[in-house]
């Protein structure tokens, strides 16, 4: 029996952000950066692969460590080729840190992995036979002379090789300019093409998408491009996804060719559905966002579970995006949401959800973990904003009182040895849940909290309908793990659920509706 996805995709104390999907053969590989549980900075692992069946969303398993930060010669690993010029870390640091990448197959059937330390402006190149095995360090990005282009920043980058070349794009366009870019030319987003070699750049790079700098006037003016650039063909068109300067958004470009230039078209998601339906109040605290698009085809199957003749085949669309944890920017998780592309190829915002890759609404009669909650709150919703973080080298500041935030503790009977929860739920805070499917059957639920309070379980929203209250604590309970149940109202058809405390202060872990 198929196991049920559900935002984030990967097990609880997985924490891999910048998350860029590509199917390979029958599975879906997932590339991304690799934080901390409960990190002081970004990216401090090295990277690791997850995959799944393309019919079967919810069964991730982990592939292992494909590469290491000390393969890269910057960080020390033998190289006989010439080095290339790249900045002093003024962080402090000697190894630097493997940044959000990418990878393609090549013409040589062989796949390429594409990533950006920390603060090098330098793009490198990693290559292994499969998709998901050890990679080894080819060579940097570069011309055949050696030099690297001045123009645009090398990071984040994205690639895309198919018959008329192999194309990668890269950039970060920062509002200020940090230590050693004060006389930078950061345009945009930027576009070179490769040789086969997959390493060697054959052409000038070209502005595919407008920064801060070169905004003005242009379709990007109001979301102009940021950083996690990502490229993908759908149909007919090619789709440039980026983070805006909004920095909680990823916004898309199309373009008839992988060349460019992408006129901007619109935000997909939202990682605090900020604008989604109009939404000016953030459903959760927001933080950076980085992402990618990715096609999945699945064979059609009648009522018996036959595949129908013909072939025919249905198509989801998912946008993969990261969410934060621990109430800072540096413990991401990726999490994934089903996208709708209209006839004339544009995607209208998507709301952020707890069901995710499962592409339906999941089982109301079933055992959920809080961790999936998609929207998290504190009382004031106004004062819901953007996570805690620090610059390099300086200690995080404390979180705001009010702040409710995902964690765990140890717990050596748990998943991992881990036990995760929603801490801090103080009066008015809310934790929702979209979107699961009831019959009409279901007749009480059981929460698992710790503290004293009532928990009030709404339908649909804040102001919805009061379904349930469960009331918890006591001298004897309130600074241990207590499972609480209460008759609930009569509720059929698909529905969200949010869980807000009336009163008191509460850690809630997990809700069974039966």
């Known amino acids: 029996m198929k196991q049920a996805a559900v935002n984030p995709y990967l097990p609880f104390w997985e924490t891999i952000p910048d998350g860029e999907p590509h199917i390979f053969g029958d599975r879906i590989y997932i590339y991304g950066s690799h934080?901390?549980?409960?990190?002081?900075?970004?990216?401090?692992?090295?990277?690791?692969?997850?995959?799944?069946?393309?019919?079967?969303?919810?069964?991730?398993?982990?592939?292992?460590?494909?590469?290491?930060?000390?393969?890269?010669?910057?960080?020390?690993?033998?190289?006989?080729?010439?080095?290339?010029?790249?900045?002093?870390?003024?962080?402090?640091?000697?190894?630097?840190?493997?940044?959000?990448?990418?990878v393609t197959q090549g013409p040589d059937g062989r796949y390429y992995l594409y990533y950006a330390l920390d603060t090098v402006n330098v793009i490198s190149v990693a290559v292994c036979d499969t998709p998901a095995g050890t990679y080894e360090f080819l060579d940097y990005v570069r011309r055949e002379d050696g030099s690297i282009p001045t123009v645009g920043r090398w990071f984040d980058p994205a690639i895309l090789c198919e018959e008329s070349g192999n194309y990668l794009y890269y950039g970060f366009c920062p509002p200020v300019r940090f230590p050693g870019m004060e006389d930078a030319n950061y345009p945009g987003a930027m576009m070179v093409r490769l040789k086969d070699d997959m390493h060697t750049i054959i052409s000038e790079p070209v502005c595919v998408a407008n920064g801060v700098d070169t905004a003005s006037g242009t379709s990007y003016e109001e979301h102009p491009f940021f950083e996690a650039s990502s490229i993908r063909k759908i149909g007919n068109w090619y789709y440039f996804v980026y983070s805006s300067l909004q920095g909680h958004e990823l916004c898309y470009g199309m373009s008839k060719s992988p060349e460019g230039p992408f006129a901007f078209k619109g935000v997909i998601v939202s990682n605090g559905d900020i604008g989604y339906q109009?939404?000016?109040?953030?459903?959760?605290?927001?933080?950076?966002?980085?992402?990618?698009?990715?096609?999945?085809?699945?064979?059609?199957?009648?009522?018996?579970?036959?595949?129908?003749?013909?072939?025919?085949?249905?198509?989801?669309?998912?946008?993969?995006?990261?969410?934060?944890?621990?109430?800072?920017?540096?413990?991401?998780q990726g999490c994934a949401d089903r996208v709708q592309i209209l006839e004339d190829g544009t995607i209208?915002?998507?709301?952020?959800?707890?069901?995710?890759?499962?592409?339906?609404?999941?089982?109301?009669?079933?055992s959920y973990r809080t961790y999936i909650a998609c929207h998290l709150t504190e009382g004031d919703r106004t004062k819901v904003g953007q996570v805690i973080m620090s610059m390099p080298g300086q200690p995080l500041p404390p979180l705001p009182e009010e702040m409710p935030y995902i964690t765990e503790e140890l717990d050596r009977n748990a998943e991992h040895g881990l036990y995760p929860y929603i801490h801090n739920m103080r009066a008015g805070a809310a934790a929702g849940f979209k979107y699961f499917r009831f019959d009409g059957n279901e007749k009480s639920i059981r929460l698992t909290l710790r503290g004293r309070g009532v928990m009030e379980v709404l339908l649909d929203s804040l102001e919805g309908q009061r379904i349930a209250g469960v009331p918890v604590g006591g001298p004897e309970s309130s600074e241990a793990w207590t499972e609480v149940s209460a008759n609930m109202e009569r509720v059929e058809g698909e529905h969200a659920l949010?869980?807000?405390?009336?009163?008191?202060?509460?850690?809630?872990?997990?809700?069974?509706?039966?």
């Open 35 to 102: 934080d901390k549980l409960n990190g002081t900075s970004f990216c401090e692992d090295d990277y690791v692969c997850w995959s799944a069946p393309v019919d079967d969303l919810g069964n991730w398993r982990c592939e292992g460590t494909i590469y290491k930060k000390e393969q890269d010669p910057i960080n020390g690993a033998p190289y006989d080729g010439g080095m290339p010029l790249y900045e002093p870390s003024f962080t402090g640091e000697n190894t630097r840190f493997l940044y959000a990448p990418d």
């Open 278 to 332: 109009g939404n000016t109040l953030p459903v959760n605290y927001t933080g950076n966002n980085h992402g990618g698009l990715i096609e999945i085809k699945k064979d059609i199957k009648n009522v018996s579970g036959e595949e129908m003749a013909g072939n025919e085949q249905a198509r989801e669309i998912y946008i993969f995006w990261h969410r934060h944890t621990h109430g800072t920017a540096f413990s991401r």
């Open 348 to 366: 209208p915002q998507v709301e952020i959800t707890s069901c995710g890759l499962n592409g339906r609404a999941l089982p109301s009669k079933a």
């Open 498 to 514: 949010y869980f807000r405390v009336k009163e008191g202060n509460l850690d809630f872990a997990e809700f069974r509706i039966q």
